[in-house]
C-alpha cells in the first residue's frame, strides 16, 4: 500500500502522511506506521540528476531576475560554494541532500560561522515535475468537491420527494447523511491541503524560517517562562536557511541529532528513556507551540516527528522544514505580511481585493479569538478539575489538592488491562487554587519538589480480615521501571474496602445503551465512588475530603457548573465554528479537537456515531485549518508512543504514564500563553466586541446549502 502510494506521487503521499498522524480516523497502528514511511521514504533523484537540475533553475532564476526575499545574501551559482555529499532523504514535495561548503567570505561565514572552518550543511530541492503533478491532483479533487460533491448534494436535498417514493425513509436518510458528512468532511481538509502549495516555492519557507528562528530563540532565551513550564533544561532552535535565486533550491544549517522519529524507534522499551520523553520532550514540544500558536500567532504547520531533532547530550529540541507556516490571516498572508503571487495578483476576501491593513486586522481577530478561547476553556477546566478534586492536609497542617487525571481510569485498547484511578497533586491552598497560580505549576513537577498522586494501588492489601487494592499517596519520582515512589499507604480496613465499579456488562454492548458522552466513557471506566478520609497512620497521616465543600466557603459553587459540553460548544462558536442548527454535541466535538484529551475526543466520537445528531451542515474557519492538522500530529505522537510500548513490552504503569496527557493539557497549559497575549499591548487591543463579531459573522454571512468558494476565494 505505502509503496504504491510513493509511486502514484503527486498528492497521494501528502494525503497519507495526514492521515498518518490521525489515530482518529486511521485506527490501525500497522497501516498507521505503513503511512508514516511517505514522509521521507519515497524515490529519490540520482545526483547527476539533482546537478542538472540545481543549475538548469538557478539559470533560469537569473534570465528571469527575480526578487530574493529581501536578503543581501544569496546564492546564484552552486558549484562555486557547495560540493554534494549523499541524499538524506526524500519527501513528497522536496530531496534532501547533505553538502559541504568550500567557498569562503559571506556564504561560509554564515553558514559556518565567522571564521570558522568549512562545514557541513543542508540542501533541498524542490522538483518542479512534483509541483505539476500535485497541482494537477489539486485541481481533480477540487473539482470533486467544490463541483461534483456540491452538485450532488443539492440534487439530493431538491430531490427528497423523488427519493422517498422509491427508497425506504431509511436508504433515504442514509444516502442523505452520507453525502452530507462528505460536503462536511471537504470543507474540514481542503484549506489544510490546498496550504500544502507553499511547500513548493523555498522562497516563502525561506521567511517563514527567518520569522520561526526569531520566535523560537525569543522563547529560548526566556528562561523564566521555561522554568515555569517545567523544560528550563531544554534548548530549542531552528537552523539557519540561506535562499538561492531559485524559488526550487535552498540551503540550511543541519540539525543537532536525531529525528525524533529515529529517537522513538530507538528508545522502545526503554523505561529510563521513555519517562524522559514523558517528561520533557513532549511536553516541551506542547510548551513551545502554545506560545507560537497561542501568544505569538505563527507556527509551523507540519510538525511530525521527523521534522524534529533531539541531541540527547545537550537537550537540544530543533525544529525543521518550515515551508508550510501559518500567521492565523486564513491564507491571504505569508509570515504576517500580504501575499501576492508570481503575476503580481492580491488575494481577494468576500469578492473586494486585499491590502496589507486588511491582513492586519484579520490576524488580529484570530489571535484575539484563539487567545480568549484557551483563556476561556483553561478557567473552565479549572474549575471543573477541581470541583471533582480533593483537598488534603498532613500531619504538619500542610494542606494541598489533587484534582482527577484526564487518562487512567480508562481501557487500553486492545486488551484487557484498566488503568487505576489516579488525582494529581498540586502544593496549593484552595485559595490559591483559585488564581493563575494553578496553571504555573508542571504536574511533573521541577527540582525536588514532586508532585504527590493519589492512586488506587495495584497489588492487594490486607488489614486485619479485609484486603483489597485500596488507595496509596506517592510521589513522581519513581526510579527505574518505576514511575511513582510509594509515600503513604492504607492502615484502616475501611481505606482497604473502598469498593471500585466495573461494568458487568461488556464494553461494546454497554456503549449501545449510551445517549451521551459521559455514558460512554463510563462504560469504560474502572473507579472508585468512594476516597478514603485517611491515609497512613498516625505517625504521618493524611487526611482527605471532598474538594467541593472547601471550594464553596471559599466563593465558587460547583453545583452551578455547566457540563463540559455546554461550555465546549460556548468555546468553538468562539472560534468561529457553526453549524446548521448549532447542534452542541458537533460543536463540543470542535473544541475538543483544540486539546490532547485522547480520551474525550475518543468518546465524542464513538459518541456521534452511535447517535447521529442528524446535523445538515458544519463551518470551519479557514484560519484553523493548519492548527487542526498540528493538533491532530501531538495527539499522534502519544498514541504511538503507546502503541509501541505497552504490555508485555513494558510494565502496564509505563504505558499509562505515557497516554495520560493530564500534566500538559492544552486547555490547561496552554491557558499561560493566552494569559501573556491578552496583558500584551497587542492583547489589551482586543475587545468582546471584536471577538464576539467573529461569530456575529460565521452566524449571519454562512449559507450552508451552497459552497462558499466563489464568494471567497483564496490563493490556495
Given at each position: 500500500?505505502?509503496?504504491?502510494?510513493?509511486?502514484?506521487?503527486?498528492?497521494?503521499?501528502?494525503?497519507?502522511?495526514?492521515?498518518?498522524?490521525?489515530?482518529?480516523?486511521?485506527?490501525?497502528?500497522?497501516?498507521?506506521?505503513?503511512?508514516?514511511?511517505?514522509?521521507?521514504?519515497?524515490?529519490?533523484?540520482?545526483?547527476?540528476?539533482?546537478?542538472?537540475?540545481?543549475?538548469?533553475?538557478?539559470?533560469?532564476?537569473?534570465?528571469?531576475?527575480?526578487?530574493?526575499?529581501?536578503?543581501?545574501?544569496?546564492?546564484?551559482?552552486?558549484?562555486?560554494?557547495?560540493?554534494?555529499?549523499?541524499?538524506?532523504?526524500?519527501?513528497?514535495?522536496?530531496?534532501?541532500?547533505?553538502?559541504?561548503?568550500?567557498?569562503?567570505g559571506d556564504v561560509r561565514d554564515y553558514l559556518c560561522g565567522t571564521g570558522a572552518p568549512p562545514c557541513d550543511v543542508v540542501l533541498k530541492v524542490v522538483f518542479d515535475t512534483n509541483e505539476k503533478n500535485y497541482q494537477d491532483d489539486w485541481e481533480a479533487i477540487q473539482f470533486l468537491g467544490n463541483t461534483l460533491l456540491w452538485t450532488i448534494h443539492k440534487i439530493i436535498a431538491n430531490s427528497g420527494f423523488i427519493l422517498r417514493m422509491?427508497?425506504?425513509?431509511?436508504?433515504?436518510?442514509?444516502?442523505?447523511?452520507?453525502?452530507?458528512?462528505?460536503?462536511?468532511?471537504?470543507?474540514?481538509?481542503?484549506?489544510?491541503?490546498?496550504?500544502?502549495?507553499?511547500?513548493?516555492?523555498?522562497?516563502?519557507?525561506?521567511?517563514?524560517?527567518?520569522?520561526?528562528?526569531?520566535?523560537?530563540?525569543?522563547?529560548?532565551?526566556?528562561?523564566?517562562?521555561?522554568?515555569?513550564?517545567?523544560?528550563?533544561?531544554?534548548?530549542?532552535?531552528?537552523?539557519?536557511?540561506?535562499?538561492?535565486?531559485?524559488?526550487?533550491?535552498?540551503?540550511?544549517?543541519?540539525?543537532?541529532?536525531?529525528?525524533?522519529?529515529?529517537?522513538?524507534?530507538?528508545?522502545?522499551?526503554?523505561?529510563?528513556?521513555?519517562?524522559?520523553?514523558?517528561?520533557?520532550?513532549?511536553?516541551?514540544?506542547?510548551?513551545?507551540?502554545?506560545?507560537?500558536?497561542?501568544?505569538?500567532?505563527?507556527?509551523?504547520?507540519?510538525?511530525?516527528?521527523?521534522?524534529?531533532?533531539?541531541?540527547?547530550?545537550?537537550?537540544?529540541?530543533?525544529?525543521?522544514?518550515?515551508?508550510?507556516?501559518?500567521?492565523?490571516?486564513?491564507?491571504?498572508?505569508?509570515?504576517?505580511?500580504?501575499?501576492?503571487?508570481?503575476?503580481?495578483?492580491?488575494?481577494?476576501?468576500?469578492?473586494?481585493?486585499?491590502?496589507?491593513?486588511?491582513?492586519?486586522?484579520?490576524?488580529?481577530?484570530?489571535?484575539?479569538?484563539?487567545?480568549?478561547?484557551?483563556?476561556?476553556?483553561?478557567?473552565?477546566?479549572?474549575?471543573?478539575?477541581?470541583?471533582?478534586?480533593?483537598?488534603?492536609?498532613?500531619?504538619?497542617?500542610?494542606?494541598?489538592?489533587?484534582?482527577?487525571?484526564?487518562?487512567?481510569?480508562?481501557?487500553?485498547?486492545?486488551?484487557?488491562?484498566?488503568?487505576?484511578?489516579?488525582?494529581?497533586?498540586?502544593?496549593?491552598?484552595?485559595?490559591?487554587?483559585?488564581?493563575?497560580?494553578?496553571?504555573?505549576?508542571?504536574?511533573?513537577?521541577?527540582?525536588s519538589k514532586k508532585p504527590f498522586i493519589l492512586q488506587r494501588r495495584r497489588s492487594t492489601t490486607c488489614v486485619g480480615d479485609q484486603c483489597g487494592h485500596g488507595w496509596e499517596l506517592a510521589q513522581m519520582d519513581g526510579e527505574g521501571a518505576k514511575t511513582f515512589r510509594p509515600v503513604a499507604n492504607c492502615v484502616s480496613e475501611s481505606c482497604v474496602h473502598s469498593s471500585f465499579h466495573a461494568n458487568d456488562v461488556p464494553v461494546k454492548k454497554c456503549k449501545e445503551e449510551c445517549k451521551d458522552v459521559e455514558c460512554i466513557k463510563k462504560c469504560e471506566k474502572f473507579t472508585s465512588n468512594e476516597l478514603p478520609s485517611m491515609i497512613g497512620d498516625s505517625?504521618?497521616?493524611?487526611?482527605?475530603?471532598?474538594?467541593?465543600?472547601?471550594?464553596?466557603?471559599?466563593?465558587?459553587?460547583?453545583?452551578?457548573?455547566?457540563?463540559?459540553?455546554?461550555?465546549?460548544?460556548?468555546?468553538?462558536?468562539?472560534?468561529?465554528?457553526?453549524?446548521?442548527?448549532?447542534?452542541?454535541?458537533?460543536?463540543?466535538?470542535?473544541?475538543?479537537?483544540?486539546?490532547?484529551?485522547?480520551?474525550?475526543?475518543?468518546?465524542?466520537?464513538?459518541?456521534?456515531?452511535?447517535?447521529?445528531?442528524?446535523?445538515?451542515?458544519?463551518?470551519?474557519?479557514?484560519?484553523?485549518?493548519?492548527?487542526?492538522?498540528?493538533?491532530?500530529?501531538?495527539?499522534?505522537?502519544?498514541?504511538?508512543?503507546?502503541?509501541?510500548?505497552?504490555?508485555?513490552?513494558?510494565?502496564?504503569?509505563?504505558?499509562?504514564?505515557?497516554?495520560?496527557?493530564?500534566?500538559?493539557?492544552?486547555?490547561?497549559?496552554?491557558?499561560?500563553?493566552?494569559?501573556?497575549?491578552?496583558?500584551?499591548?497587542?492583547?489589551?487591543?482586543?475587545?468582546?466586541?471584536?471577538?464576539?463579531?467573529?461569530?456575529?459573522?460565521?452566524?449571519?454571512?454562512?449559507?450552508?446549502?451552497?459552497?462558499?468558494?466563489?464568494?471567497?476565494?483564496?490563493?490556495?
Amino acid at each position: 500500500m505505502a509503496d504504491e502510494v510513493k509511486s502514484a506521487g503527486g498528492i497521494m503521499p501528502k494525503v497519507s502522511q495526514t492521515l498518518a498522524m490521525k489515530p482518529d480516523v486511521v485506527k490501525d497502528d500497522f497501516v498507521r506506521s505503513a503511512l508514516k514511511s511517505t514522509q521521507t521514504e519515497n524515490p529519490a533523484k540520482d545526483h547527476a540528476f539533482v546537478r542538472a537540475y540545481v543549475a538548469r533553475k538557478l539559470q533560469e532564476a537569473l534570465d528571469n531576475n527575480p526578487v530574493a526575499n529581501e536578503r543581501d545574501l544569496v546564492i546564484e551559482d552552486l558549484d562555486e560554494h557547495l560540493e554534494l555529499g549523499k541524499t538524506l532523504a526524500t519527501g513528497s514535495v522536496a530531496q534532501v541532500l547533505s553538502a559541504k561548503v568550500k567557498s569562503t567570505g559571506d556564504v561560509r561565514d554564515y553558514l559556518c560561522g565567522t571564521g570558522a572552518p568549512p562545514c557541513d550543511v543542508v540542501l533541498k530541492v524542490v522538483f518542479d515535475t512534483n509541483e505539476k503533478n500535485y497541482q494537477d491532483d489539486w485541481e481533480a479533487i477540487q473539482f470533486l468537491g467544490n463541483t461534483l460533491l456540491w452538485t450532488i448534494h443539492k440534487i439530493i436535498a431538491n430531490s427528497g420527494f423523488i427519493l422517498r417514493m422509491k427508497m425506504t425513509p431509511e436508504q433515504v436518510e442514509m444516502i442523505q447523511h452520507g453525502v452530507s458528512a462528505g460536503v462536511d468532511t471537504w470543507q474540514a481538509v481542503k484549506q489544510g491541503l490546498g496550504a500544502v502549495m507553499d511547500e513548493f516555492d523555498l522562497r516563502i519557507e525561506d521567511l517563514n524560517a527567518k520569522k520561526g528562528l526569531e520566535l523560537i530563540k525569543g522563547f529560548d532565551a526566556d528562561q523564566a517562562l521555561k522554568q515555569k513550564l517545567g523544560i528550563d533544561a531544554v534548548t530549542f532552535d531552528v537552523p539557519k536557511v540561506l535562499m538561492t535565486r531559485s524559488k526550487y533550491v535552498m540551503v540550511q544549517t543541519f540539525a543537532k541529532g536525531d529525528t525524533l522519529t529515529a529517537y522513538h524507534a530507538s528508545i522502545t522499551g526503554q523505561v529510563d528513556k521513555l519517562k524522559q520523553w514523558r517528561t520533557l520532550i513532549y511536553p516541551s514540544i506542547m510548551g513551545l507551540y502554545g506560545y507560537l500558536m497561542v501568544e505569538k500567532g505563527f507556527f509551523q504547520g507540519d510538525p511530525h516527528p521527523g521534522n524534529w531533532y533531539w541531541e540527547e547530550s545537550t537537550k537540544t529540541l530543533t525544529l525543521i522544514d518550515w515551508g508550510l507556516a501559518d500567521d492565523l490571516s486564513g491564507g491571504l498572508a505569508r509570515a504576517g505580511s500580504l501575499y501576492v503571487n508570481e503575476k503580481g495578483e492580491k488575494p481577494k476576501f468576500k469578492g473586494k481585493e486585499v491590502d496589507q491593513s486588511i491582513v492586519d486586522g484579520l490576524i488580529h481577530e484570530h489571535q484575539c479569538g484563539l487567545a480568549k478561547f484557551y483563556d476561556q476553556m483553561g478557567a473552565y477546566r479549572r474549575k471543573e478539575l477541581l470541583c471533582n478534586g480533593l483537598w488534603a492536609k498532613d500531619k504538619g497542617g500542610e494542606e494541598m489538592i489533587l484534582v482527577p487525571a484526564l487518562g487512567p481510569t480508562m481501557l487500553l485498547e486492545g486488551t484487557d488491562v484498566r488503568f487505576h484511578t489516579k488525582y494529581f497533586g498540586r502544593n496549593l491552598t484552595v485559595q490559591e487554587a483559585l488564581t493563575e497560580k494553578f496553571f504555573g505549576m508542571p504536574l511533573f513537577g521541577t527540582g525536588s519538589k514532586k508532585p504527590f498522586i493519589l492512586q488506587r494501588r495495584r497489588s492487594t492489601t490486607c488489614v486485619g480480615d479485609q484486603c483489597g487494592h485500596g488507595w496509596e499517596l506517592a510521589q513522581m519520582d519513581g526510579e527505574g521501571a518505576k514511575t511513582f515512589r510509594p509515600v503513604a499507604n492504607c492502615v484502616s480496613e475501611s481505606c482497604v474496602h473502598s469498593s471500585f465499579h466495573a461494568n458487568d456488562v461488556p464494553v461494546k454492548k454497554c456503549k449501545e445503551e449510551c445517549k451521551d458522552v459521559e455514558c460512554i466513557k463510563k462504560c469504560e471506566k474502572f473507579t472508585s465512588n468512594e476516597l478514603p478520609s485517611m491515609i497512613g497512620d498516625s505517625t504521618s497521616p493524611y487526611h482527605f475530603e471532598r474538594l467541593a465543600i472547601k471550594l464553596q466557603g471559599a466563593g465558587l459553587d460547583c453545583a452551578s457548573l455547566e457540563s463540559r459540553e455546554e461550555a465546549y460548544k460556548k468555546g468553538a462558536q468562539r472560534l468561529g465554528y457553526a453549524t446548521k442548527t448549532m447542534h452542541p454535541v458537533v460543536l463540543a466535538l470542535f473544541a475538543a479537537l483544540h486539546t490532547n484529551d485522547l480520551l474525550d475526543l475518543k468518546a465524542r466520537q464513538e459518541n456521534i456515531q452511535l447517535n447521529d445528531p442528524h446535523e445538515a451542515g458544519t463551518k470551519i474557519p479557514d484560519y484553523v485549518a493548519v492548527m487542526l492538522r498540528s493538533l491532530s500530529v501531538f495527539l499522534g505522537m502519544v498514541q504511538d508512543m503507546v502503541s509501541e510500548n505497552r504490555p508485555p513490552f513494558v510494565p502496564i504503569m509505563v504505558t499509562e504514564f505515557l497516554f495520560d496527557t493530564s500534566p500538559d493539557e492544552m486547555f490547561t497549559f496552554w491557558h499561560i500563553f493566552a494569559e501573556r497575549f491578552l496583558l500584551s499591548a497587542k492583547g489589551q487591543t482586543c475587545t468582546d466586541e471584536d471577538i464576539d463579531a467573529t461569530v456575529e459573522e460565521v452566524l449571519s454571512d454562512v449559507n450552508f446549502d451552497e459552497d462558499e468558494d466563489d464568494e471567497l476565494p483564496r490563493i490556495w
